[in-house]
C-alpha cells in the first residue's frame, strides 16, 4: 500500500524535474550576477576579443554561440535580444541571424517541453466549459496561432514559449512555427548588430556608458525601421486570414 502511494508521488516529482532544473540554472545565474554580461557596456569591452575567438575557432564558436543562447532562452535569462546582436556582430545579420533562430528556437522547445511536461497533462484533465472551447479552437488552428504569436513583437518571449504547452500541440508544429516566426525579428536585431561595431568602438574608447544613442546610424535607423514594419506583420497577417475564410 505505502508503495504504492509512494509511485505517484515520485511521477509527481519527476513531472517537475525538466522544469525545476531550468528555473534552478536562472537562478544561480542571476545570483552570480551572469546579466552584467547581457549589456552593451560588456559588449564594447570584449568585442576585439569574442571576434578573434569567433574567427580562429570556427564551428566551434558557432556551436557555443548556439549552445549559449538555447539555454539562456530555455531558462528565460533577461536580455537575451543581446545574444541576437552579437550573432549579427560576429557573422553578419544572415548567418547571424540564423543562428540566432536556431538557438532560440532549441531554447523555446526545451521550455515548452518542460512546461508541458509539468503542467500540460494536468491542465488539460481540468479543462471544462470555455478553457475546453478555447483549448480545441487553438489546438485545432495551432500553427496559425503559433505563427500569429511568433510575429507579435508585444509579447515577452518567454511567455509565448510557454503559454502553448499548455494545449496540445505537436512539438514539431511548435518547432516549425517558433522557426519561421522568429525569423523576421531576429534578422533585423542581427542586422542592428552587424553595424553596432562602429558605436561599440567610439564608447569603450571614450571610456563612457553606451547608451542607445550611440546606435544611432544610418543603418542601425533602418534596422529599427524593420522593427517598426514587422510590428505591423500581425495585424495584416489575422486581415489576410479572416479575408479568406468562408462566412458563417
Known sequence: MAENATKPTGRRFL????????????????LLGWQRYFTL???????TT???????QGIVAILGYVLAYSVAVAVAFPATWLLTLIGGFLYGWLFGGVLAAVGATIGATA???AARTAFGDWLRERAKGTASKVASGFEGNAFSYLLALRLLPILPFALVNIVPALFKIPTRIYVAATFLGILPG???????????????????????????????????????????????????????RSRRQPAG
Open 15 to 30: 513531472r517537475f524535474l525538466p522544469l525545476g532544473i531550468l528555473a534552478g540554472i536562472l537562478i544561480v545565474g542571476l
Open 41 to 47: 557596456d560588456y559588449l564594447a569591452e570584449v568585442r
Open 186 to 240: 531576429v534578422f533585423v536585431y542581427a542586422y542592428l548588430g552587424q553595424g553596432i561595431e562602429g558605436a561599440l568602438s567610439l564608447a569603450a574608447e571614450s571610456g563612457r556608458t553606451v547608451g542607445l544613442g550611440d546606435l544611432v546610424t544610418p543603418e542601425i535607423t533602418l534596422g529599427l525601421l524593420g522593427l517598426a514594419l514587422l510590428a505591423c506583420v500581425a495585424p495584416v497577417y489575422k486581415f489576410i
Open 111 to 113: 521550455l515548452f517541453w
Open 50 to 56: 569574442i571576434k578573434t575567438f569567433a574567427a580562429e
